[in-house]
């Protein structure tokens, strides 16, 4: 089974823009902070971006503050992650990810999607 699944994942070239779309299987997930983490080759993984259940609190990795941005539709139990001013050091596998809370998101992610790479060329 596989709760959480992303897509939107694609090339594109330094400068441009994709959103990243993670669709979450069953209305528990209205309760779960969710988040995105990516993982390059030969590298570990990475947080990128959480927000919490209600939506009142998000938090962005240093490197894409100001570029990405975070959203949540929970009636749709839907996040989505708007990737703008892409470089190619984004060049990264995304995943999709729900925990219990922020802390716990950061600290052990409880469901993984499967990936989608985004690849940006320069």
């Known amino acids: 089974q596989v709760p959480v699944v992303e897509s939107g994942g694609g090339l594109v070239q330094a400068g441009g823009s994709l959103r990243l779309s993670c669709a979450a299987s069953?209305?528990?997930?209205?309760?779960?902070?969710m988040g995105w983490f990516r993982q390059a080759p030969g590298k570990e993984r990475e947080f990128v971006a959480g927000?919490?259940?209600?939506?009142?609190?998000?938090e962005y990795a240093d490197s894409v503050k100001g570029r990405f941005t975070i959203s949540r539709d929970d009636g749709q139990n839907t996040v989505y992650l708007q990737m703008n001013s892409l470089k190619p050091e984004d060049t990264a596998e995304y995943y999709c990810?729900?925990?219990?809370?922020?802390?716990?998101?950061?600290?052990?992610?409880?469901?993984w999607g499967q990936g989608t790479q985004v690849t940006v060329s320069s």
């Open positions: 927000i919490s259940w209600s939506s009142t609190n998000t």
């Open positions: 069953g209305r528990t997930f209205s309760t779960y902070a």
């Open positions: 990810a729900a925990s219990t809370s922020l802390v716990a998101l950061r600290a052990a992610v409880a469901y």
